[in-house]
């Protein structure tokens, strides 16, 4: 089985233009990403997979492996599935560039659930962390995820979900990290199929999945580490590098 890590990194953030550029520690956050993800040992390669001269050039220039998109793309999936279309591979985990703090033990935790789904009925695999701050739990930046008794996605929200209409009872909340594993025919057929009304609402790229009947294994993990979608969380992830 083959296994690659895909980072894709697109320069002009919506929220935080530039955000994969600034400074960590003395490095750049892309930069950051890509010497966590290669110092797991996880993987046959690690790509970036960018729109970016700059970003290109700071992974290249650092003796990392990157790769120019060639079409714009909508989100970091199409962007992954132009680039792996004609490799020979079998696994792509998708870390995010805006994630610093990837570390080994979730990542081995989702190339595992391949290892063992010997019917293959699992078409991706996914991270998510039990949350109980009230902030984060409605916070729409914050993507949420609810799951049946096997750990299979039923649905991503912004929305807290499941909604506590019953207050009496002990409501358990997750947060979606933005880290997949494909299979590469499932990657493929996502860039393939069009965007329906759910994602096009909700703004999740992984409801796509959802809508055309896809499997999402979701795993989870106790490591929140900080991902950087402001200025804010920037800073925080600062702190927590020191």
């Given at each position: 089985?083959?296994?690659?890590?895909?980072?894709?990194?697109?320069?002009?953030?919506?929220?935080?233009?530039?955000?994969?550029?600034?400074?960590?520690?003395?490095?750049?956050?892309?930069?950051?990403?890509?010497?966590?993800?290669?110092a797991?040992?996880?993987?046959?390669?690690?790509?970036?997979?960018?729109?970016?001269?700059?970003?290109?050039?700071?992974i290249?220039?650092?003796?990392?492996?990157?790769?120019?998109?060639?079409?714009?793309?909508?989100?970091?999936?199409?962007?992954?599935?132009?680039?792996?279309e004609?490799?020979?591979?079998?696994?792509?985990?998708?870390?995010?560039?805006?994630?610093?703090?990837?570390?080994?033990?979730?990542?081995?935790?989702?190339?595992?659930?391949?290892?063992?789904?010997?019917?293959?009925?699992?078409?991706?695999?996914?991270?998510?962390?039990?949350?109980?701050?009230?902030?984060?739990?409605?916070n729409?930046?914050?993507?949420?995820?609810?799951?049946?008794?096997?750990?299979?996605?039923?649905?991503?929200?912004?929305?807290?979900?499941?909604?506590?209409?019953?207050?009496?009872?002990?409501?358990?909340?997750?947060?979606?990290?933005?880290?997949?594993?494909?299979?590469?025919?499932?990657?493929?057929?996502?860039?393939?199929?069009?965007?329906?009304?759910?994602?096009?609402?909700?703004?999740?790229?992984?409801?796509?999945?959802?809508?055309?009947?896809?499997?999402?294994?979701?795993v989870?993990?106790?490591v929140?580490?900080?991902?950087?979608?402001?200025?804010?969380?920037?800073?925080?992830?600062?702190?927590?590098?020191?």
């Amino acid at each position: 089985m083959k296994i690659i890590s895909m980072i894709p990194a697109r320069y002009s953030a919506s929220r935080f233009p530039g955000k994969l550029m600034q400074d960590l520690g003395g490095k750049s956050v892309i930069l950051r990403t890509y010497e966590a993800t290669v110092a797991t040992n996880l993987f046959d390669d690690v790509i970036v997979v960018t729109d970016s001269s700059i970003i290109y050039n700071e992974i290249v220039n650092n003796g990392g492996k990157a790769m120019m998109s060639i079409k714009e793309h909508e989100c970091g999936s199409d962007r992954i599935a132009e680039a792996v279309e004609n490799l020979d591979i079998d696994i792509i985990i998708n870390v995010q560039g805006d994630e610093p703090f990837t570390e080994e033990v979730s990542l081995r935790k989702l190339i595992d659930v391949f290892k063992e789904d010997h019917t293959n009925e699992v078409d991706l695999a996914s991270l998510m962390v039990h949350i109980t701050d009230e902030s984060e739990i409605n916070n729409p930046n914050t993507v949420k995820v609810i799951v049946d008794k096997n750990n299979f996605a039923l649905y991503f929200s912004r929305s807290p979900i499941p909604y506590p209409r019953d207050k009496n009872l002990s409501t358990k909340y997750y947060k979606h990290k933005g880290v997949y594993a494909f299979r590469k025919q499932a990657i493929l057929d996502f860039y393939n199929l069009p965007m329906l009304s759910l994602e096009a609402s909700e703004k999740i790229e992984c409801i796509r999945y959802l809508e055309y009947g896809k499997r999402i294994k979701m795993v989870e993990t106790s490591v929140q580490g900080v991902e950087i979608d402001t200025p804010e969380d920037l800073e925080r992830a600062k702190k927590l590098w020191k």
